[in-house]
């Protein structure tokens, strides 16, 4: 087996998953032990509790802008002050019973319901993202290290490739030369495209430490098949590194995505999404701070949220192993 | 050691020759076509057909690639006869936009980039380090907990929320800090510092935190090494044991992500540049992005590519020379 010292270090960084580490290859928590570990630790509850509410939030977001009374692409002319340029009337941005987060300088379209809108987009394209990054991570990273060999080769060259570009710039290159219809499809897969070897990378190496075990061989010799043998032998071993990768994950995709939409290729306006109501309130941070400090403020949440949570369940889940 | 090394720079040369085969098909394949652009409203079919010879865009698909790339290493020549221009190597073309030759602009604006990154890449090892060693000593008390708590919100903050945050703040509300402004070094170093202050704090509190935690977990990890406890053991003091043989193991793979790091913001740290309106390669690459304006995009692409591999190649290579575990060919 040949890794490259970088390779090793990220892995390392990665929560101290290097291949061929003994305590990866040792039984995982049972998934009832995880949860009641969860339940005790009350950053993890909280974090947990605010995501819920986020994703509760994008799944009846026509409700609550019933409840509140504006949609999120309605213009409020009598909101904004004309003779300053458009600034919101009335204290923080315009924050009353009418516009419960005030509304955006300019147009005066009501800043909760594009939060609320706002939010779907986000979720919506994370855990997307997510879903799609752990599968082709998963499949990726066990067949190159069930089969080795050749396959192996081929994948980890590809995957080298792709961690050696620089995502960044590459993305926002390729989503700017694509047309844009569809955004928010293709958001998810030009994240996904280069997201996948992270964890993919990860899952190889576990799965080269299981098939060497006994399990794996004597469901060889009963003669399960490969496909048997990866899905109902290995996988199952691998569920908390997979749970683990795929939480530390979607903060990076929410943040991604806001990134992207901040500058501009991301979600097309009037579409709202988080990203891109911060980067439109960029020219009014000075006059009108709570236009910024809302979305800001329930992003920042949101990923912070995660990375707790992903941080948590990665400790809980490394000592639950420790102790089995 | 010298099969290693072609090994790695005919690795690299692939990574890069994909890298601009990848952007060309894309921008071939996907953008409108860009005469139409650089033509404006009041055009003519033959003004549309000029321009594409000119630029040589009704060539084949292989052909242009090929003057691409060849125009990277020997430079190229558009149009022909009297009104030719030449471009010499490395060339990247011309800006749709300023018809100025990209690798020009590029060259302008890496002054400003590299300023960014260096301060940043200071801030953010000095912090990261020192903060994770605090907290690997004090591991498990209040200190440690703190640390990591800030971490995690450190990691967590979108660089742009904190930009606009801190922007208000220091600036409008307790006017701290003068708005920024580019003023050369030379003019006003005060100003100069002040200016670059806070997108320096910006683009390196996520990687701070990160090295952090890096720094923390390596600290604590080599601590418990057996060659550690014999040091102790045979009675070194704690400074001694510290320093020649906790230190070192723990801080080279620090040292070593560090080079892939900063190798990856000397391409331009778009969000921060932008936010600031610091005049640097990334504030470049996202004015082209809106401005549709394809060589440019596709030159701050390849310089970012190159500026990853060949970080990536001399970590490499720095980490064999640092970290005797690791010696070529015998990872078996």
Redesign the interface.
């Given at each position: 087996?040949?890794?490259?010292?970088?390779e090793?270090?990220?892995e390392?960084?990665a929560g101290?998953e290097a291949t061929g580490d003994p305590a990866s290859s040792s039984p995982p928590a049972s998934g009832r032990r995880l949860a009641r570990a969860f339940m005790r630790d009350r950053a993890a509850v909280a974090c947990a509790a605010y995501i819920l509410v986020v994703i509760l939030m994008a799944l009846t977001a026509p409700l609550l802008v019933k409840l509140s009374g504006y949609g999120p692409l309605e213009f409020d002319q009598a909101a904004v002050d004309p003779n300053l340029g458009g600034l919101p009337l009335g204290w923080g941005g315009g924050i009353g019973t009418d516009h419960w987060f005030g509304v955006e300088p300019g147009n005066g379209r009501d800043i909760f319901a594009r939060i609320v809108y706002g939010a779907r987009v986000s979720m919506t394209i994370a855990l997307l993202a997510t879903a799609l990054t752990s599968t082709l991570g998963v499949v990726f990273g066990l067949i190159a290290g069930y089969f080795g060999g050749r396959t192996d080769m081929v994948i980890s060259r590809i995957m080298?490739?792709l961690m050696?570009?620089?995502a960044?710039?590459?993305m926002?290159?390729?989503l700017?030369?694509?047309?844009a219809e569809n955004r928010q499809a293709l958001l998810v897969v030009v994240i996904s495209f280069f997201g996948w070897p992270y964890l993919a990378r990860i899952v190889r190496g576990q799965t080269m430490s299981l098939k060497q075990r006994e399990f794996v061989e004597s469901a060889k010799a009963s003669g399960a098949s490969s496909a048997q043998i990866i899905f109902k032998e290995i996988l199952p071993n691998l569920s908390s590194t997979i749970i683990v990768m795929t939480t530390l994950a979607v903060?990076g995709y929410v943040?991604t995505e806001?990134?992207l939409s901040?500058?501009?290729?991301g979600v097309v306006p009037p579409t709202p999404s988080w990203?891109q109501m911060?980067?439109s309130?960029?020219s009014w941070?000075?006059v009108d701070?709570a236009y910024?400090?809302f979305p800001?403020a329930f992003?920042?949440l949101l990923?912070?949220s995660f990375?707790?949570l992903g941080?948590r369940i990665k400790k809980i889940a490394e000592s639950g192993e420790g102790r089995a | 050691m010298i099969r290693f090394l072609a090994n790695r720079l005919l690795?690299m040369a692939v990574?890069l020759f994909?890298?601009c085969l990848?952007?060309y098909v894309?921008?071939f394949l996907?953008?409108p076509d860009p005469a139409v652009q650089i033509c404006g409203k009041n055009c003519t079919p033959e003004a549309i057909d000029q321009i594409r010879a000119n630029l040589g865009l009704d060539e084949p698909f292989l052909a242009q690639f090929w003057t691409f790339l060849s125009g990277l290493f020997v430079g190229r020549t558009y149009g022909t006869g009297a009104n030719a221009i030449d471009c010499v190597a490395p060339c990247l073309g011309y800006s749709f936009q300023s018809s100025q030759p990209v690798t020009d602009m590029i060259l302008q604006r890496l002054p400003v980039s590299a300023t960014v990154a260096v301060g940043a890449a200071v801030l953010w090892l000095l912090a990261g380090v020192s903060a994770g060693l605090v907290s690997a000593v004090r591991e498990g008390k209040f200190t440690d907990r703190f640390i990591t708590g800030l971490t995690?919100?450190g990691?967590?903050?979108?660089n742009?929320?904190l930009a606009?945050?801190l922007?208000?703040l220091l600036?409008?509300t307790l006017g701290w800090l003068p708005f920024p402004q580019a003023v050369p070094f030379s003019e006003d170093p005060l100003q100069w510092f002040m200016n670059f202050l806070m997108p320096w704090i910006v683009l390196s509190i996520g990687a701070a935190a990160?090295y952090t935690r890096?720094t923390r977990?390596?600290v604590i990890e080599t601590l418990q090494e057996n060659y550690v406890r014999t040091a102790r053991a045979k009675g070194l003091s704690p400074g001694l044991v510290w320093r020649r043989h906790a230190l070192r193991p723990a801080l080279t793979?620090i040292v070593?992500?560090f080079g892939?790091d900063f190798a990856?913001l000397l391409?331009?740290a778009?969000?921060t540049e932008?936010?600031f309106g610091l005049n640097g390669v990334g504030k470049l690459?996202?004015d082209s992005?809106?401005k549709?304006d394809?060589p440019v995009?596709?030159g701050?692409?390849l310089l970012?590519?190159f500026?990853?591999?060949v970080g990536?190649m001399v970590?490499?290579l720095l980490?064999?020379a640092i970290?005797p575990r690791?010696r070529v060919g015998s990872?078996?």
């Open positions: 087996m040949t890794f490259t010292p970088t090793l270090e990220a390392g960084a101290g080298e490739f050696a570009f620089p960044l710039i590459f926002i290159a390729v700017s030369a694509l047309p903060p943040g806001a990134g901040f500058l501009g290729v990203g911060i980067a309130s960029v941070y000075a701070p910024f400090l800001g992003l920042f990923v912070l990375t707790v941080d | 690795g990574v994909l890298v990848f952007t894309i921008f996907l953008s995690l919100t990691m967590s903050v979108p742009y929320v606009l945050s922007q208000f600036v409008v990160v890096l977990a390596n793979p070593t992500i892939m990856g391409g331009g778009l969000i932008t936010v690459a996202a992005i809106t549709n394809q995009i596709m701050v692409t970012a590519a500026l990853v591999v990536n970590v490499d980490y064999t970290d690791v990872a078996a």
